[in-house]
């Protein structure tokens, strides 16, 4: 009952924060496949919109996010029952939206029986969301555009709470399908190739093919998906408005870079230079003054700039991402160091991107809007990636992607020729293919379904899957044996508690009162006695200033903290009961 349960929820918020928006105000947007790609982001701009202005008054509720759901729900259906055709969409079209959600679905499945239980997902994003579902404006979140997050708590508002997270999860896979089909259609249908495409498609979505195990953030729930979908799709939209001046493709353009903008830095790229200076490149080029293209550049940068003269303390002063990326040497050196290392981690030790890297360059020669983009998005973006981001490939997710789309939209000229690469083009062999994933997802459901069964045993939990409790899975994967006296000790009592960093926070976020822990052992002493708290964690071997003050303070005070046991608590956390 659980699972059927979670499949409904799916289905409504697809329907209704995905969907509904853009098809009650835009219902033409759907005619052809390019333009329908668009639909799940014209609905997330529209709804994070308005759930901003009601954060914004105060009004952000279940009962007003609910009602204007529906209206939209309501009026899409009815818009859409008086338009029947479908004439733009081929069954070659069709075929490859199958295919792509089919590669997806396995994605798909693993995100719906997950929680936001580990690392940023945890820590930052879904904990900045969380502030959001209860109308504050968290503080931590000034070095990040929020477009994601307050995304997360529209989904959190229609769902009336914040404990069940897998349906909210689920649609986290329509950024990377969002993508794919960004890429598939961006290509000439007359020229498909089954082999480059399939291979192409999951480099772009999975580009850490030789490190399985980094596949881990997607589940993990960052925001670079998000960002790196609408990014590459506002590519896609440019690109097909430079081939056929199609005005539709030139504001769903803006809509995309939109929101790649305001889902975290990378995007601003695209918003404050790579399209600005591609549209002007092109009017230029025409000897033509273009007024919708001038106002579009400009509906392009306006939220950029805007979102960074509203982070006071400016976003680029946030030392520990550029510390991480160049090891703290910021000097000229470090970049050239930096920059190096990341040619060898990406280019030589992951070889499926510098093959895709390659094949891009091939793909430019003879279409010189390809080698705008080329030259004016791919190339600063790998830069800044290489030197900004070099410590993970989900920072570089957009460029990969983009290369993609460069091979894809150049018809795979590098493969012609080759008839290992044509003979797998027929209608069966992509209908193979698409049941072949969704087997794999079918598989992948009931291998998670039955793991936590497993996990649960061994935790001693009743059995039952906690599909419908996503705090029984984080507070399992946070502190272990101790989610049980958490739950009935802290939980369970009007009791303050202190937390050291954001993921334990974020874990306890809504379920306890939690502070913030003061980071030197004088402040951390007044901030116990003023507040009568009662809890205060360590974070172990994820120590920061907070827990370094707290363990002297433990051990100059024996006599005022009791330990509490947690075994298999993650990263060693400990809790201390404290006694006044």
């Known amino acids: 009952m659980e699972v059927l349960i979670l499949v409904l929820l799916i289905i409504f918020l697809i329907s209704s924060v995905l969907f509904a928006p853009a098809l009650a105000l835009f219902p033409r947007i759907r005619l052809t496949p390019i333009s329908a790609n668009a639909i799940p982001f014209v609905s997330i701009l529209i709804l994070t919109a308005i759930a901003r202005l009601l954060i914004s008054l105060n009004l952000f ?3 007003f996010m609910l009602l204007i759901a529906g209206g939209f729900l309501v009026v899409s259906i009815l818009r859409l029952k008086r338009m029947t055709t479908f004439s733009q969409w081929s069954s070659f079209d069709k075929r490859i939206l199958l295919l792509n959600v089919a590669i997806i679905s396995p994605l798909f499945v693993s995100q719906a029986l997950s929680a936001f239980s580990t690392a940023d997902g945890l820590s930052s994003w879904n904990y900045w969301a969380l502030h959001y579902y209860e109308q504050k404006i968290p503080e931590s979140g000034v070095f990040y555009p929020q477009m994601y997050s307050i995304f997360l708590a529209v989904c959190y508002k229609l769902l009336g709470s914040f404990d069940t997270q ?3 999860k689920a649609l986290l896979a329509f950024f990377p399908l969002v993508l794919l089909n960004s890429i598939a259609f961006s290509m000439n249908k007359d020229k498909f190739l089954l082999v480059p495409y399939f291979l192409i498609a999951l480099f772009s979505i999975f580009p850490s093919i030789t490190v399985l195990p980094a596949f881990n953030y997607y589940l993990w729930g960052y925001a670079d998906p998000m960002m790196a979908s609408a990014y590459v799709s506002a590519i896609a939209f440019l690109l097909a408005y430079l081939r056929n001046r ?23 790229i695209l918003a404050l230079f790579t399209i600005p200076l591609i ?85 430019i020669k003879r279409d010189n809007h390809l080698r705008l983009i080329m030259w004016l998005s791919i190339m600063p973006g790998l830069i800044i990636w290489f030197l900004f981001g070099s410590y993970h490939f989900r920072l570089g997710l957009h460029v990969i992607g983009q290369m993609a789309l460069l091979i894809a939209a150049s018809n795979f000229m590098v493969f012609r020729g080759h008839d290992f690469f044509t003979k797998f083009n027929s209608s069966n062999s992509i209908r193979n293919l698409s049941w072949f994933f969704v087997v794999v997802a079918i ?27 996503s705090y029984e899975i984080v507070l399992r ?30 874990a306890l976020f809504g379920k306890a009162n939690i502070l913030l ?54 990263h060693g956390y400990k809790l201390y009961l404290i006694k006044h």
């Open 443 to 469: 598989a992948v459901f009931f291998v998670l379904l039955i793991k936590p069964r497993v996990l649960h045993k061994k935790w001693n939990i009743d059995g039952h899957h906690p599909v419908m409790d």
């Open 279 to 363: 549209l002007l490149i092109d009017m230029s080029r025409s000897k033509r003054f273009d007024a919708k293209v001038f106002s579009a550049i400009w509906l392009v940068i306006l939220p950029a700039v805007t979102w960074i003269l509203s982070a006071k303390i400016g976003f680029y002063h946030n030392t520990a991402v550029v510390n991480r990326s160049m090891s703290g040497d910021v000097g000229l050196i470090g970049l050239f160091t930096t920059f190096f290392k990341s040619v060898f981690k990406y280019f030589i030790l992951q070889p499926e991107i510098l093959v895709l890297f390659i094949l891009s360059i091939f793909s």
């Open 517 to 570: 822990a003061a980071s030197t052992p004088k402040e951390l002493l007044t901030q116990i006695s003023k507040t009568k708290a009662s809890y205060i964690f360590d974070a172990g071997t994820t120590a920061q200033e907070p827990s370094r003050a707290l363990r002297l303070i433990v051990k100059r005070n024996l006599d005022l903290f009791q330990e509490v046991p947690m075994p298999k608590a993650s």
């Open 246 to 268: 199609d005005g539709a493709s030139l504001w769903l353009m803006v809509v995309c870079a939109v929101i790649a903008s305001l889902s975290k830095q990378p995007g601003l």
């Open 477 to 506: 994967s946070s502190f272990g044996d101790g989610a049980d006296y958490i739950k009935k000790n802290i939980f369970e009592n009007d009791v303050v508690v202190i937390a050291p960093n954001r993921m334990i926070a974020g």
């Open 166 to 168: 897998g349906p909210v």
């Open 61 to 63: 509720n279940y009962d």
